[in-house]
């Protein structure tokens, strides 16, 4: 089973992030590393080509200034092999542009499988998942919670707010994965060792056929207007106990209908 | 010196600083303050795990089965694998093994077998019996426990100090004197079952450490097969010198790990807790301590990659280790003093690890070697070995 695992890189979310003033987008020249919701896609890949009995899980990744650290972590827990879509005219592509140069990179590997975290820790758009599907016209199911391979389709069981969807779905086919799924794996120290050796193939956007008016900012379809500051959180409603707090405390869950 | 890491060493320690926050931590949290275990069934599944990272007996060399770190990979994780409550002296609480005590390496075959291999598989325990009421510091002229020879045996007579885990071992490594040498070239170390007769654990000697104790031990006309003995007669002081100066980089980078986290505590305070109408960051005289802090963090971090550098290149290291041992010890006591200082009356409590480290890490200014021994090996490089 071929499995392609999508994979962003993006500043460790432990360091103080900047915005830059003029493009008002998060400032990406620090050190990136593996977004931790796409460790859950790896996981997932990983355990999916363990069950099959064979296969292997490669990687496709876009930054902007050459990083590899994210992808050798995720090819330290077990991918094979990684492409990474680099240069300087992708700064500022926007979450279609993005999803064109992966499906671009994704194409040529004709995988049985698409792997993509559900939304990024950073930008947090939540669409590039759905629109490399629709770039490369396949179906696609959101938010896996679990993944059963069947011949040439699959069985998604799709994490809802009331529980979860059974989804059959046929192969290939495009799968977001929602974070905390599955326990990504620990880097083993092999694997460590093994992580600089294992193929990561680079590519410009031209050498995917794209013209440099056709991504980055030049090619972006939306601008970032503004940013506000996230409103304070209200201070929360204060049951003091007089005797009668815990049926207060139900009222009020009842009314949220959470129990 | 390059002090940038490899991408394999950055790998290594983001994967340590993983499993302490998403493993050792949560569980830590419902432990007794003082602990020094895990549950038995959270040890073992964790055991499992740093076993499948391949990372299970850190120290265990690589010809004995181990991973193989170079010293300075060694000295990261130890940076990391401290940082949480009981990271001083139980590091993850021991899920990453323990290699045994370093002499055994330098043992026969038979030896090994009976007392290295066991070890390695947590079959066996040993202690380290080396101090004595008369000293420990300068082991090699304190030690009065004497041993006469008596037919193909040895017969030991004698107490050791401060002794840790001799109640539990299987087995002690002794030294005793065995010639009329007063110095170093007098003492010979023997591997004692503890349940030879004439070995007698006398009492439990309680440390700053609050669940953890020492012992005190006494040998009476213990009878011990010369086959016992470790090394070469009179020679027990010439037993992996290399592999214990080689261990004063983790212990080092140990003591750094408490200080780095207890910045990190620090600043975080600083930055949040308010008095007077402003935040403590704002206050000079707070911003000091966390400058402060942040020299002794350096520094300490800069001799143990030194020491460790050097010794992974091959050179002569003895001087770097006992300067890393020595200043981390003293740096990190310092910061985590300035860090509870930080957090006022709640730095004092239990609910924060600041207070165990602060007891901790003053033991770590005795323990393997206390400052004043280590400036004496240093001088002794500086000056040359004629200077005593």
């Not at chain 2, 930055?271 to 402003?278: A, D, N, Y």
Request: include cysteine; charged fraction near 25%; charge should be negative.
């Amino acid at each position: 089973m071929k499995v392609v695992v999508c994979v962003k890189q993006i500043p460790d979310p432990a360091d103080p992030g900047a915005l830059d003033p003029e493009t008002r987008t998060l400032k990406r020249d620090v050190k990136l590393i593996l977004d931790e919701s796409d460790s859950y896609g790896v996981e997932m890949g990983l355990q999916l080509v363990d069950n099959a009995g064979g296969g292997e899980v490669t990687l496709v990744s876009m930054a902007p200034n050459n990083e590899q650290s994210g992808l050798r972590t995720a090819l330290a827990m077990g991918a094979a092999s990684a492409t990474l879509i680099s240069d300087t005219e992708l700064i500022g592509s926007d979450a279609l542009t993005t999803a064109k140069v992966l499906a671009a990179a994704i194409k040529d590997q004709e995988p049985d499988l698409v792997i993509a975290g559900s939304e990024s820790s950073d930008g947090y758009t939540g669409t590039v998942p759905e629109m490399i599907a629709a770039v490369l016209d396949l179906p696609s199911v959101t938010a896996a919670k679990s993944i059963e391979v069947g011949g040439d389709a699959i069985q998604v069981q799709r994490q809802t707010d009331a529980g979860y969807d059974v989804v059959d779905c046929p192969l290939p086919a495009v799968i977001s994965v929602t974070a905390g799924v599955v326990e990504p794996r620990y880097p083993s120290f092999k694997g460590i060792m093994a992580a600089k050796s294992k193929p990561l193939d680079e590519k410009s956007s031209a050498d995917l056929g794209f013209a440099a008016d056709a991504v980055g900012w030049a090619g972006s379809g939306q601008e970032i207007v503004d940013v506000a500051e996230a409103p304070q959180r209200e201070a929360g409603e204060v049951i003091e106990d007089d005797g009668e707090a815990h049926l207060k405390i139900v009222e009020f869950l009842e009314n949220l209908k959470v129990i | 010196m390059d002090l940038r890491l490899s991408d394999e060493q950055q790998m290594i320690v983001e994967t340590v600083r993983r499993y302490v926050a998403e493993e050792i931590v949560p569980l830590e949290a419902d432990l007794d303050p003082d602990a020094g275990a895990l549950a038995p069934d959270d040890f073992d599944r964790l055991v499992d795990k740093t076993k499948e990272m391949g990372f299970y007996g850190l120290d265990i060399p690589e010809e004995f089965g181990g991973p193989g770190l170079d010293t300075t990979t060694r000295a990261l994780m130890a940076i990391e694998m401290s940082q949480h409550r009981a990271g001083l002296y139980n590091p993850c609480y021991g899920t990453f093994g323990g290699a045994g005590l370093a002499q055994l390496y330098e043992a026969t075959d038979e030896q090994k077998e009976k007392y290295l291999y066991p070890t390695l598989r947590g079959e066996k325990k040993g202690c380290f019996a080396l101090t004595e009421p008369s000293g420990g510091s300068d082991p090699a002229r304190a030690i009065q426990t004497k041993g006469h020879e008596d037919g193909d045996q040895w017969v030991l007579n004698g107490s050791k100090l401060y002794i840790s885990g001799a109640d539990k071992a299987d087995f002690a490594l002794v030294f005793a004197r065995t010639s009329d040498d007063p110095g170093r070239n007098g003492v010979t170390a023997f591997l004692v079952d503890t349940d030879t007769s004439g070995f007698n654990v006398r009492r439990v000697v309680h440390t700053l450490r609050s669940t953890h104790y020492a012992t005190e031990i006494s040998f009476d006309e213990m009878r011990v097969s010369k086959d016992q003995i470790l090394g070469e007669l009179n020679r027990g002081f010439a037993i992996a010198n290399d592999r214990l100066s080689r261990q004063r980089i983790p212990y080092a980078a140990g003591c750094l790990g408490a200080a780095i986290k207890a910045q990190e505590m620090a600043i975080e305070w600083a930055k949040s807790r308010e008095t007077f109408g402003s935040v403590l960051a704002e206050k000079q005289a707070v911003q000091w301590m966390i400058v402060d802090n942040e020299i002794d963090i350096r520094h300490a971090r800069y001799c143990i990659l030194e020491a460790a550098q050097k010794a992974d290149r091959g050179e002569r290291f003895r001087t770097e280790a006992a300067m890393a041992k020595l200043v981390a010890s003293e740096a990190s006591g310092r910061v985590v003093d300035r860090a509870m200082q930080i957090h006022g009356g709640l730095g004092m409590t239990k609910d924060l690890p600041l207070e165990r480290w602060y007891r901790e890490l003053r033991i770590r200014r005795v323990g393997e070697g206390p400052s004043e021994v280590q400036r004496l090996i240093m001088a002794r490089e500086i000056l040359g070995g004629s200077f005593k």
